[in-house]
């Protein structure tokens, strides 16, 4: 669930003030394009790279940021993420 978080900068400057750890973040997002790509090792975990970076919270924190990002743009950037949610729509219409 973490790696749909790095679909962009602005959940993430709602819940970090610090403009070094934004700095940080700011390069991983730019680094994968792909968001879902980031989660390529338990140590490289999107939830571990957050934690390595400010005291990130699952449950509060995420909740926060990914209300703010919004699904528009997680399904934008998270193309694996939106493909799932697109089968589960067109499977409940059916």
């Known amino acids: 669930m973490e790696a749909l978080i790095f679909s962009d900068i602005k959940g ?3 819940v970090v003030d610090d403009q070094k ?3 940080r973040i700011k390069e991983i997002i730019e680094k994968y394009p792909n968001p879902e790509d980031i989660n390529s090792s338990p140590q490289g975990a999107p939830s571990k790279r957050l934690e390595d970076i400010f005291s990130y919270d699952k449950v509060a924190n995420g909740e926060l940021i990914l209300a703010e990002l919004g699904i528009e743009i ?3 950037k998270c193309l694996r993420f939106a493909n799932w949610i ?3 729509e067109n499977m409940l219409k059916a």
């Open 12 to 14: 993430l400057e709602f």
């Open 86 to 88: 697109y089968k589960i």
């Open 21 to 23: 750890q934004l700095l």
């Open 74 to 76: 997680i399904l934008k």
